[in-house]
């Protein structure tokens, strides 16, 4: 078993990138840093860093060492808070991707907090990369996403298969079709979602229909988007669980792309009344 102090010495080094500075940083000494560096490399059999009279750098193995140093590390001190607020409620910190249906967060923390119980929340919006790394260093307990095939070592959960859809006002002359093509919308402004996750498939299907739409609106606010498209002044594309009675959802032909959507755990799943409400949710959304 390695023990925690090496942990903070090789990622003290790895963080700053000079011994000197490493020890500043988990005040010891550098000799007894280097002891303890070379203590730990000897412990897994493999060199860890490549010195020189000019910088530190992780060798090979060292990164990957790295990844699982930070995850050890952020679980170490998670659970050094959860044993020293015993009589706190527990908190669960999640991270939400942006481009998840705002309806979704809010019937989630409405039954939550009806229900009561011991459980408090922190709610993190993020993009893809930016809640990935947070499960990486720990910071966040679980995300609600997009799931990728990568994603394998966060034990994911799919909640939801989604396709994107053309949205269209309920008085759209294609409203009331089963599917169209995307050359019958040429004529029609869009209302583009700069932040969606599958912009370039998308803008690569339509390009090479010839299809080259004006835009109404550029934005980073689902809301806004459907808020466009109610009013009628454009259409747009996005996944299905948007769909909220308001506007059409209508399939585009030979346009296939579906996102699944589910939970990344940045340790072992746990048991959460939040995490058995969205399940829910989306469960019921299927049926």
Do not use: W
């Not at 739409?213 to 689902?222: A, E, G, M």
Request: include cysteine.
């Amino acid at each position: 078993m390695i023990d925690q102090y090496l942990l903070r010495y090789f990622l003290a080094v790895a963080e700053t990138g000079n011994f000197s500075r490493a020890a500043r940083a988990v005040s010891v000494t550098q000799p007894t840093l280097s002891a303890g560096i070379a203590k730990l490399e000897r412990e897994l059999g493999a060199r860890l860093f490549d010195r020189d009279r000019q910088r530190v750098a992780l060798t090979p193995a060292g990164s990957r060492f790295l990844v699982r140093a930070r995850r050890i590390a952020a679980e170490y001190e998670h659970a050094l808070v959860e044993l020293a607020e015993a009589a706190e409620p527990s908190l669960l910190r999640v991270g939400v991707l942006g481009t998840i249906p705002t309806y979704v967060i809010r019937r989630a923390l409405t039954e939550h907090n009806e229900q009561g119980g011991g459980e408090a929340l922190e709610l993190l919006d993020g993009s893809e990369r930016d809640l990935a790394e947070r499960l990486e260093r720990g910071r966040i307990d679980v995300a609600l996403t997009v799931v990728r095939p990568h994603h394998a070592r966060y034990q994911p959960e799919v909640l939801a298969r989604e396709r994107y859809m053309m949205v269209l006002p309920p008085d759209h002359p294609l409203a009331a079709e089963r599917e169209i093509l995307a050359e019958q919308l040429a004529r029609d402004r869009m209302a583009l979602r700069r932040h969606c996750e599958a912009l370039p498939e998308i803008n690569r299907f339509f390009t090479q229909r010839g299809v080259r739409p004006r835009f109404v609106l550029k934005t980073t606010s689902d809301e806004r988007v459907l808020s466009v498209i109610r009013s009628g002044a454009g259409v747009g594309m996005m996944p299905e669980g948007f769909a909220d009675g308001s506007v059409q959802f209508v399939p585009v032909r030979d346009f296939e792309l579906t996102r699944e959507v589910g939970l990344l755990h940045a340790g072992s799943a746990r048991r959460s009344a939040f995490l058995e409400i969205l399940r829910r949710l989306y469960r019921e959304e299927k049926e």
